[in-house]
């Protein structure tokens, strides 16, 4: 007969966090709402000070709970960027070991970043155009420093998304750049390439300033694709 491994008893703080998630459910909290003092829920759940205190982490890192010295826990205003921080060590681990998701999530970036530029060419202000201009000339200046440089990349990427006027497009632009660089970093930039990358947000620029959807699409996933292809490559 198989022999199995005993099932592993919940840690406290886990219950901490379920009771917690069950609390702002049943008394209809709202974001800004205060939660119990710690003093008060290791009272009500008999537990001590480390299972309340790591319950409530456990709940900050969701997004779920806002945690500030000096102050009671209060509830969380909702954020995309949160949603996409939990997804981080899911997405390491994916990168990590499968190139199916790899190639997926390429392929999705290039589509993604496609439509972007057209939502930027159609929808952008004066205003949207020198943000832009900005961050480019930012980028230009930090050419020697590959760290600000990938950083500004990101930027510009986000910049364009947020013209969408979209909020979650511009966390998705934000996290798979994110993804990206951290995990596969020869997907957003490539030492000694720096100029081309300029001279292609320049191209991009110009187009989204001249309001042609098609030509930003365009050159938004030839951009996108063309570091694609190096990955290969390499």
């Not at 999705?108 to 057209?118: D, K, L, V, Y």
């Not at 001249?210 to 996933?221: K, S, V």
């Amino acid at each position: 007969m198989t022999t199995l491994e005993p099932i592993e008893r919940r840690k406290l703080s886990e219950d901490v966090e379920q009771r917690l998630l069950q609390l702002i459910k049943s008394q209809n909290l709202k974001p800004g709402d205060t939660l119990p003092s710690e003093r008060q829920l290791m009272a009500d759940y008999g537990v001590g000070r480390p299972a309340i205190r790591e319950g409530m982490q456990a709940l900050k890192r969701m997004g779920v709970v806002e945690i500030r010295h000096g102050e009671r826990p209060r509830v969380a205003e909702p954020s995309f960027d949160a949603v996409a921080e939990q997804l981080q060590e899911t997405m390491r681990h994916l990168l990590a070991h499968s190139e199916p998701t790899m190639n997926h999530l390429k392929d999705a970036r290039a589509a993604f970043e496609a439509q972007m530029a057209r939502f930027a060419a159609e929808k952008s202000t004066d205003a949207d155009v020198d943000n832009l201009k900005m961050i480019l000339k930012q980028q230009t200046a930090a050419k020697k420093d590959t760290a600000r440089f990938i950083e500004l990349d990101g930027e510009y990427h986000r910049a364009i998304a947020l013209i969408s006027g979209n909020p979650i497009f511009a966390t998705l632009s934000h996290a798979i750049f994110g993804w990206l660089s951290e995990f596969r970093s020869d997907l957003v930039h490539k030492r000694g390439r720096e100029e081309l990358t300029l001279k292609e947000h320049r191209e991009i620029l110009a187009a989204i300033e001249a309001r042609d959807g098609d030509a930003a699409a365009e050159l938004m996933a030839d951009h996108v694709n063309r570091a694609n292809k190096l990955y290969q490559q390499a």
